[in-house]
DNA sequence: GCTTGACCTCAACTATGGTTTAACTATCAG
DNA sequence: CTGATAGTTAAACCATAGTTGAGGTCAAGC
């Protein structure tokens, strides 16, 4: 049974999975995507500062709202990087995500509202319906899964 | 210059390619994966009859609205197989998206007005954040970048 | 000192929604 | 009949967000 007590002092991978509810493969990769970062042992194994355990909150939580890795990568960038993170600092870059939710359900109430009309005209057709017509208000770049129904 | 003119009669890859805006090697993955269908002349070539433009336009309008191809498909089963399906078949249909579309809406107000509490109090940790918890109110089952944030 | 469990890296695989490329064939206009 | 254009297939590749497995190392308890 894996040391649960993190008193003041660093985290193993997978102690920093248990405590944050993330697989140690996901902590890896959130790492090799430059989203954490750690210490590394003489025998090159990572260890974790306590706040790590924030930073993991942080990710997952906005993950939860359905934001891409690489924006929540750009936003913990926004963080101090000389010293510990505060409670503000925290409430600062979440503040980031709050246009982005208001932006989707603006933009999500609009197709509702369309889709509305062009059932009870029946419509979905490529010239006629402002729902088939990419260029109106929405546009999705580039091929592959990525942020639906993104601005 | 292909022949954009359709006039009651099948049309190749190309021209509903160019009809309905969508790559030809979309409409083949389509097919691929039955979402459309079509005949073979003998020289093993695809054509396509009239109502599989609209059959796309359907598709894509309700890509757009962030549905995954799976359950368009299953969706387009839903529609009648011995004609050609009427206006009133496809109103049908698109009625099923409106429920999905009103569950994303709450759920991202949900989570927004969330949001907003725990930049508040800037909480945002594992334990005590109703928005890092999971099991709460949202689930997202399995791995890969499927629907975000879907019910 | 040895065994056990946890760690390391790298590569391959999952799923979604396609695009691109290679090698080959069909169809049509002149 | 020939050449151009458009079609065919399968396999490989893109991104996203990881997981899984192989093969090898580290650290701690006994």
Redesign the pocket.
Known sequence: ??QLAWNAKEA????L?ERSG?????L???EREGLIH?R???????RYSRDTLRRVAF?RTS?RLG????TIREVLGLLPEDRTPTREDWARISECWRSDLDERIRTLQRLRDHLTDCIGCGCLSLDRCRLSNPGDELADH?????RLLED
């Open positions: 049974m894996p193993t991978v997978g102690e999975a993330v697989a140690p493969s996901a890896r990769f959130y750690s590394r042992t003489s025998g090159n194994q990572r990710i993950q934001i891409p890795l690489a580039g091929p592959g899964p990525r």
